[in-house]
Nanobody
Framework: QVQLVESGGGLVQAGGSLRLSCAAS????????MGWFRQGPGKEREFVAR????????DYAASVRGRFTISRENAKNTMYLQMNSLTPEDTAVYYC?????????????????WGQGTQVTVSS
């Protein structure tokens, strides 16, 4: 049974930082490209960042580029999202996502596995 479990969400003031983690089980983690999506209140789920199976390639949404960093430790079956300079617009439920193949771009329909989500709230 595949499980992706996020942690690290919470409440932070604008300008602050959070580090999200995604622990994977039930898959050969090193064989999967991984990523993060988020869904804000009243909004559709949107792509945030992705990382290739070995961590050599990364990609970010324009809205987070330069502030967020995605990384992974295959030996620990874990992916991370370091979020700096947070703004209230970053408030959302953040979802861990996994799929075979890095591909050209990701949309929610391209994802094979989802985590349950972790809430990030940024206060002004």
């Amino acid at each position: 049974q595949v499980q992706l479990v996020e942690s690290g969400g919470g409440l932070v003031q604008a300008g602050g930082s959070l580090r999200l983690s995604c622990a994977a089980s039930g898959i050969t983690f090193s064989g999967y490209a991984m990523g993060w999506f988020r869904q804000g209140p009243g909004k559709e789920r949107e792509f945030v960042a992705r990382i290739s199976s070995r961590g050599r390639n990364t990609d970010y949404a324009a809205s987070v580029r330069g502030r967020f960093t995605i990384s992974r430790e295959n030996a620990k079956n874990t992916m991370y999202l370091q979020m700096n300079s947070l703004t209230p617009e970053d408030t959302a439920v953040y979802y861990c996502a996994g799929r075979l193949g890095y591909g050209d771009s990701w949309s929610p329909r391209d994802v094979s596995y989802w985590g349950q989500g972790t809430q990030v709230t940024v206060s002004s």
